[in-house]
């Protein structure tokens, strides 16, 4: 009897472990995109008012000109910390497409 009651747990165990594993990282993986596109889209709204208030006239803008032209703070990516380089760039051209160099 003690046996079976191991077996019961241990299977319980088991497949709780199996549920919370892939959903935990599902959720983990989901926050950290979400949380880079929102880093992206507010260097893409920067990129967006610069150039229509006629501030960036460039196909290109990079960061260093987002920097200097409009109110952005300092951009650094939210997953792994590093500072995005200030040769990225939004390409007007490819409908404010954000390269990250």
Do not use: W
């Not at 993986?29 to 596109?37: F, V, Y």
């Amino acid at each position: 009897m003690e046996k079976n009651k191991i077996c019961i747990y241990g299977t319980i165990l088991i497949i709780i472990v199996m549920i919370a594993v892939p959903s935990t990282y599902k959720v983990i993986k989901r926050h950290q995109n979400r949380l880079l596109e929102n880093t992206v889209q507010k260097i893409i709204e920067s990129a967006k008012d610069c150039y229509y208030n006629n501030s960036c006239i460039e196909d290109h803008i990079t960061l260093k000109e987002l920097y200097e032209k409009t109110d952005l703070p300092v951009m650094n990516n939210p997953i792994t910390k590093k500072i995005y380089n200030e040769e990225s760039y939004v390409s007007v051209s490819d409908g404010f497409q954000f390269k990250e160099m």
